[in-house]
């Protein structure tokens, strides 16, 4: 039995799984407000399992680099500090292994979910900002400098003129969507949420439904650069926002805008789906990212 941890701004998840990925047993807590907190907690689940565990696979925000070692920043300030792994390791005595959020999303959707019968795909997830994963012949690509899949990097608009761009993150996420419709109506942010866009839409408010219109739009567009930059077999949509039904279908149908404007390009559609796995995601990819560190070790 394995003990996977998914380590969030609010709440750390964590669950006993089988090698097959089946989850035994799921818990959620606050996140803990220091390291200290959380290789306590981490320890007190380790005893519940009664010595009974082969290993400890974390899913984390950041950049996690091979050492185990999380750069860049998140809304954990303690994970950025020392060496992950190697604290969890001399805490538990357990083989721990420690992959990037967005990865472990990726990998769930290779091991078990909608990309399981092909050999490449990206996934964009859609949250606060987006965050993404490319996989090449079922395996993670990070790049050279572990950029590989940053798509809310990218730029979705070039201003040469005025020398300005537009990043991915500012144009295509749930915040950005917000930031729309507050600019439009001169309502607060802080009083609206994605779901609330969304049910507004439904009602028929004619504002909510425009926002989420170029939402659509500008997610398309990133699918359309993804496409056309790595031809994957399947580009997956993930994020709390996947979930509503009309997500898939109005960035089909603004796909469809895009390619009219375009009539000297060859129409090859991309193949889009969203993502199967959602609140597990991350504990069953972080799973399937341990597995494979341990059969890699053992072939070396």
């Known amino acids: 039995m394995y003990l996977t941890i998914d380590l969030g701004g609010t709440f750390v998840k964590s669950a006993f799984m089988t090698e097959e990925g089946t989850i035994e047993q799921e818990q959620k807590v606050k996140t803990p407000e220091s390291l200290k ?164 839409a439904e009602m028929g408010e004619k504002t909510a439904k425009e926002v989420i219109h170029t939402f659509y739009f500008t997610l398309a567009s990133l699918v359309y650069n993804i496409h056309y930059l790595y031809d994957p077999d399947v580009i997956l949509l993930g994020g709390g926002i996947s979930a509503q039904k009309s997500v898939l279908a109005g960035v089909k149908q603004q796909l469809e805008v895009i390619f009219k404007q375009l009539d000297d390009l060859v129409h090859v559609m991309p193949h889009v789906e969203v993502c199967q796995f959602r609140n597990q995601a991350n504990l069953i990819g972080a799973l399937y990212a341990h597995l494979q560190s341990k059969e890699t070790a053992a072939e070396i």
């Open 37 to 200: 907190d959380l290789l306590q907690y981490v320890v007190t689940l380790q005893k519940q399992a009664n010595g009974n565990l082969d290993g400890i696979a974390v899913s984390s925000p950041g950049t996690v680099f091979p050492d185990g070692k999380v750069g860049g920043t998140s809304a954990i300030p303690f994970i950025h500090h020392g060496n992950l792994k190697m604290e969890l390791e001399q805490a538990t005595g357990l083989y721990t292994t420690v992959e990037n959020d967005a990865n472990c999303a990726a990998l769930a959707e290779v091991w078990q979910g909608a990309a399981q019968n092909v050999s490449d795909a990206a996934l964009i997830i859609v949250g606060t900002g987006i965050g993404g994963a490319l996989v090449k012949d079922r395996k993670l690509h990070k790049g050279s400098h572990l950029l590989g899949g940053e798509i809310g990097y990218s730029l979705l608009t070039v201003n040469p003129e005025e020398r300005t761009v537009g990043q991915v993150s500012q144009m295509a996420s749930t915040r950005a969507m917000i930031r729309n419709y507050a600019a439009k109506t001169g309502r607060h942010v802080d009083s609206i949420s994605g779901e609330w866009l969304f049910e507004q």
